[in-house]
């Protein structure tokens, strides 16, 4: 019997809450949909905690939702010579595709397809948007930006490009992987990551065909400008307050 109530909850696992026990409690107080996050989750671990889902739903004669998150691409950049570098407001900064360790003044960003697409007074943020990047330059070898922000930068941390559509798609050669495995368990939902227009659901939507719920995850401002479009590909919209906030 389902729950009689418009607004549903939605619960991501994690090791503090992957035993049956624990999935149960959370299942009697509310949960209707749970999620299960590809990014810090394998195949045994996916199985396992649908399995236990499962059999809750089967033990309560209640529908239970089990939504499958995949992981999308990652953009980070490189290595430094030393453990860590400070950019300060008003300093030159170079992204490029030299290999090499690198400093206060440049790094390398082994992203090709970032080169191909970045265009000057776009932003480029880096470690989860405490540092903030003006492009006033590009090519296909060579990034440079002036800093807005600046901080404290290490090694790997991650890029954001929320003004560009970047030429990648969505899905990863392990996110492919996780979604083929996951609909051979009868999953309800998938979520896309790092959607940028309506393009991106109509490849997953090949893959999935109407064997789950395809909900799209609007993390990039720049999906914005396709909203209308993407809603109509999609069978629900995710916010992704965090993305979309820095």
């Known amino acids: 019997?389902?729950?009689?109530?418009?607004?549903?909850?939605?619960?991501?696992?994690?090791?503090?809450?992957?035993?049956?026990?624990?999935?149960?409690?959370?299942?009697?107080?509310?949960?209707?949909?749970?999620?299960?996050?590809?990014?810090?989750?394998?195949?045994?671990?996916?199985?396992?905690?649908?399995?236990?889902?499962?059999?809750?739903?089967?033990?309560?004669?209640?529908?239970?939702?089990?939504?499958?998150?995949?992981?999308?691409?990652?953009?980070?950049?490189d290595t430094f010579v030393s453990e860590e570098v400070t950019i300060s407001a008003g300093d030159t900064f170079t992204l490029d595709m030299n290999e090499?360790?690198?400093?206060?003044?440049?790094?390398?960003?082994?992203?090709?397809?970032?080169?191909q697409a970045v265009k000057p007074g776009e932003n480029l943020l880096l470690n989860d948007g405490r540092i903030r990047l003006e492009v006033t330059s590009a090519n296909d070898q060579t990034i440079e930006t002036r800093v807005i922000f600046g901080g404290v930068l290490s090694a790997r941390k991650g890029v954001n490009l929320p003004d560009t559509i970047i030429p990648l798609t969505p899905l990863t050669e392990k996110d492919l992987?996780?979604?083929?495995?996951?609909?051979?368990?009868?999953?309800?939902?998938?979520?896309?990551?790092?959607?940028q227009q309506p393009s991106d659901v109509t490849e997953a939507r090949?893959?999935?065909?109407?064997?789950?719920?395809?909900?799209?995850?609007?993390?990039?401002?720049s999906a914005l400008n396709y909203l209308d479009d993407?809603?109509?590909?999609?069978?629900?919209?995710?916010?992704?307050?965090?993305?979309l906030g820095v």
Do not use: C
């Not at 090499?100 to 080169?115: C, K, N, S, W, Y």
């Not at 993407?230 to 916010?239: G, N, T």
């Open 206 to 221: 090949a893959i999935i065909g109407d064997k789950a719920g395809i909900m799209v995850k609007v993390e990039k401002p």
């Open 1 to 77: 019997m389902r729950r009689q109530r418009q607004a549903k909850i939605v619960a991501t696992l994690g090791p503090a809450s992957e035993t049956e026990e624990m999935i149960e409690k959370l299942f009697l107080a509310g949960v209707d949909v749970f999620r299960i996050n590809m990014s810090h989750s394998d195949h045994p671990n996916l199985k396992s905690r649908y399995d236990i889902i499962r059999r809750i739903e089967k033990k309560h004669s209640r529908p239970i939702a089990v939504l499958v998150d995949l992981q999308g691409p990652k953009l980070r950049i």
């Open 230 to 243: 993407i809603i109509d590909q999609a069978d629900a919209i995710m916010v992704a307050r965090g993305d």
């Open 177 to 195: 992987a996780d979604l083929d495995y996951a609909l051979t368990l009868d999953i309800d939902w998938v979520a896309l990551s790092f959607v």
């Open 100 to 115: 090499a360790p690198g400093d206060e003044t440049r790094v390398h960003l082994p992203h090709p397809e970032i080169f």
